[in-house]
C-alpha cells in the first residue's frame, strides 16, 4: 500500500527502461553508420546526380535540371527498355511458378532418395551466376552444344538453333535460364509450407470424395495463397532488377532486343560514359519498383 | 491392384526424370571438365567421356591466375561475412529486443534496401571510390557487398531473434544478468544456429557477386573469381570450354562443401528470410 501511495505519478519511462533504450540505440548505432554510408548516402547521390549531366571518364559535368529525366520520358530507349525488363520478368517469374509448385508438389510425396533428389533440385539456386551462364552458354553453343544435339536427337529440331544470338530465341533463353536459377526458390518456399498443412483436411476432403484433383485445389491452394503472394512480389522484385545473369548471357543483345532496365543503367554509365543520364534512368527504374516494394513491405509489417 | 502398385512407380519415375533434367547442366559442367579438347569437339557430343582427364584442372591451377582470383574470392567473402554478420547480430538484437524512437523505421528501411537494385548505387560508390581513393581494391569490394549483405543478414538474423523466447533473456535479468551479460550467455548460445545459416547466405552471396566487381575492380590482381573467369572467357581467341568448366567446377567447391554438410542451414534460412507468408 504505503509503496502505491509514495511511488509519484509515471510519466514517461522509468531510469531502467531509458538507460536500455540508450543501449539499444548504441548497438544499432555501428549498423546506422555503415547503412548511411553505403546505402543511405549513394541512394541520395544518385538522386543528385541525375540532374547532372557527367562524362564518366573524366567525372566532370554540369548541371542540366530536369534534362535528363526529360530525355527519359521522350526518348524511346527507356520505355523499351521497360517492355523488355516486363517480357522477361513476367516470362520467367511464370515459369518459376509453374515449376517450382509442381516441384514442390511431387517432392513432397514420398519418392526414392527424397533428400538427394531435394538437393539437386536446390543446387542452382545457390551456384554463382557467373558459374550458370557459363555452362548454359556451353549447352546453348550452335555448333557443339549439348542442347542442340540432344534436341536433334530427340527429333524435335533439324538444325542446330541459334540460341542467343537471334530473337526471339535469345529471350526465350534468357527467359528458361533465369527460370532453371531461380526456380528453386519457389520450390524451398512451398515445400516449407507444403509440411504444415494438417493431413485431417485431407482426410476430411477423402471421406467427401474428393479426388486428387480436387484435393489440390480446395485444400492445397487455399493454403498456398499466401506464402504464394509473397513469393511472386519478391521474385517479381529480383527479376526486375537482374542483371548478372542477363548481362552474361547476351550483353543485351542482339542489339538491344534483351536490354533491361539494369542492363541500360550499365550501359548508360559505363559503356556511353553519360553518368547522369544513367542515374536518371537508375531513379526512373526505383520508381516502377517502388510500386512492388510496398506492396511486398506493407504485406510483411502486416504479419508482424 | 496393379494401379495401387504402378501409382508410386510413376510418381518416382517421373520426379526423377525432372530432378534429372533440371541437374543436366551441373554434369555436363563436370563431364566437360575432364573431357580431353580433342573428344569436346565431337559432333554428335559423347554423352559420357570415353577418355577421362585431369589436364585441364592441373592447367588452370599451373597456367592461370586462377589461384589468385580464387584467393581474392576467400578474402573478400570472408571478410565480408564476417563484417556483416557482427554488426547484424547486435543490430538485429537491438531491433527486436529493445524499445527506442526509430526502431520501426529503421526496420522498414533495412527491408527497403533489402529490395533495392544494386544498379541504382553502384554509379554513386564508384564515384565514392574514385574519390576515397580506394577504387580497385578488395576493401572497396567489402564496402560494396555490404550494401546487399547488410540488410540481408539483419533481415535474416532478425527472424531468427524473433523466434527465441523473451522469457529466457528475462530470467537472466531477474537472476542479476546484466543485458549484454544476457546478451552474452543467454542470446548468443541459442541464436548460433541462425547466425551460422546467416553467415554461409552472405558468404555465398558474396562469393557469387559480380556487378560490384564489375563496376569497381579491373585489375586482375585483385580481381575475384566471378570477373576472374568471365575475363578467361572474353580474353581467350579460340574458348576453351574444357578449361571453362573445370573452372566453374573449382569455383562450386565452396557450395558443394556446404551442399554436404551445412544444408539444413541453407533451409532453415529461407524459412527465416521473408518467405514465411
Not at chain 2, 573469381?225 to 573452372?247: C, D
Amino acid at each position: 500500500m504505503t509503496t502505491i501511495a509514495t511511488d509519484p505519478p509515471r510519466n514517461g519511462p522509468s531510469p531502467l527502461e531509458r538507460s536500455y533504450a540508450r543501449l539499444g540505440v548504441l548497438l544499432i548505432a555501428p549498423t546506422i553508420v555503415v547503412f548511411s554510408a553505403v546505402i543511405v548516402y549513394p541512394l541520395l547521390a544518385a538522386i543528385y546526380l541525375s540532374v547532372f549531366s557527367i562524362y564518366t571518364p573524366t567525372l566532370e559535368g554540369e548541371f542540366v535540371g530536369a534534362d535528363n529525366y526529360v530525355k527519359m520520358l521522350t526518348g524511346g530507349v527507356f520505355w523499351s527498355s521497360l517492355w523488355t525488363t516486363l517480357i522477361w520478368t513476367v516470362g520467367t517469374l511464370s515459369l518459376q511458378i509453374i515449376f517450382g509448385v509442381g516441384l514442390a508438389l511431387l517432392l513432397h510425396q514420398n519418392i526414392w532418395f527424397r533428400s538427394l533428389a531435394r538437393s539437386l533440385v536446390l543446387f542452382p539456386y545457390f551456384l554463382s551466376t557467373v558459374v550458370a551462364v557459363l555452362v548454359w552458354r556451353w549447352l546453348f553453343n550452335d555448333l557443339y552444344g549439348a542442347l542442340n544435339h540432344g534436341m536433334m536427337q530427340a527429333g524435335i529440331i533439324d538444325m542446330p538453333l541459334d540460341w542467343l544470338g537471334s530473337m526471339p530465341n535469345a529471350m526465350i533463353g534468357v527467359i528458361l535460364v533465369g527460370a532453371w536459377k531461380y526456380f528453386p526458390f519457389v520450390v524451398i518456399a512451398v515445400l516449407a509450407r507444403l509440411q504444415t498443412i494438417p493431413e485431417n483436411l485431407y482426410e476430411a476432403a477423402r471421406i467427401d470424395g474428393a479426388g486428387p484433383v480436387a484435393r489440390f485445389i480446395d485444400v492445397t491452394l487455399p493454403q498456398l495463397k499466401s506464402v504464394l503472394t509473397v513469393i511472386i512480389l519478391l521474385r517479381a522484385i529480383w527479376d526486375f532488377k537482374e542483371f548478372d545473369l542477363i548481362f552474361l548471357l547476351t550483353g543485351g543483345g542482339p542489339v538491344t532486343s534483351t536490354q533491361t532496365l539494369s542492363l541500360l543503367v550499365y550501359q548508360e554509365a559505363f559503356g556511353l560514359n553519360r553518368m547522369g543520364q544513367a542515374a536518371a534512368y537508375s531513379v526512373g527504374m526505383m520508381l516502377v519498383m517502388l510500386v512492388f516494394m510496398i506492396l511486398y513491405i506493407r504485406r510483411t509489417g502486416k504479419e508482424s | 491392384m496393379t494401379s495401387k502398385m504402378l501409382r508410386p512407380i510413376i510418381l518416382n519415375v517421373v520426379t526423377w526424370t525432372l530432378v534429372l533434367m533440371i541437374s543436366f547442366p551441373l554434369f555436363w559442367m563436370i563431364v566437360t571438365s575432364l573431357k580431353p579438347q580433342t573428344e569436346l569437339f565431337r559432333i554428335p557430343p559423347t554423352w559420357l567421356p570415353e577418355t577421362v582427364t585431369f589436364e585441364h584442372y592441373w592447367r588452370l591451377l599451373t597456367e592461370t591466375p586462377f589461384l589468385r582470383f580464387f584467393r581474392n574470392s576467400v578474402v573478400l567473402a570472408t571478410s565480408t561475412t564476417v563484417f556483416v554478420v557482427a554488426l547484424g547480430t547486435l543490430g538485429a538484437y537491438s531491433l527486436v529486443r529493445f524499445r527506442f524512437r526509430g526502431r520501426e523505421t529503421m526496420a522498414m528501411l533495412v527491408l527497403f534496401t533489402y529490395l533495392l537494385p544494386s544498379v541504382v548505387l553502384i554509379i554513386p560508390l564508384y564515384l565514392m571510390m574514385v574519390w576515397l581513393g580506394i577504387s580497385n581494391t578488395l576493401f572497396s569490394l567489402i564496402l560494396a557487398h555490404t550494401t546487399f549483405a547488410l540488410p540481408y543478414a539483419l533481415w535474416l538474423l532478425r527472424s531468427f531473434m524473433e523466434g527465441i523466447p523473451d522469457d529466457l533473456e528475462n530470467a537472466a535479468l531477474v537472476d542479476g544478468a546484466s543485458r549484454l551479460g544476457a546478451f552474452k550467455d543467454v542470446i548468443l548460445p541459442q541464436l548460433l544456429p541462425g547466425i551460422i545459416s546467416t553467415a554461409l547466405f552472405t558468404f555465398i552471396l558474396s562469393w557469387n557477386e559480380y556487378l560490384y566487381a564489375l563496376v569497381l575492380v579491373n585489375s586482375e590482381s585483385v580481381a575475384p573469381l566471378t570477373t576472374g573467369v568471365m575475363t578467361m572467357l572474353i580474353s581467350a581467341f579460340n574458348i576453351e570450354w574444357s578449361l571453362l568448366m573445370a573452372a566453374s567446377v573449382m569455383m562450386s567447391v565452396p557450395l558443394i562443401i556446404v551442399f554436404a554438410f551445412l544444408q539444413s542451414y541453407l533451409t532453415s534460412g529461407f524459412g527465416a528470410g521473408g518467405v514465411k507468408g
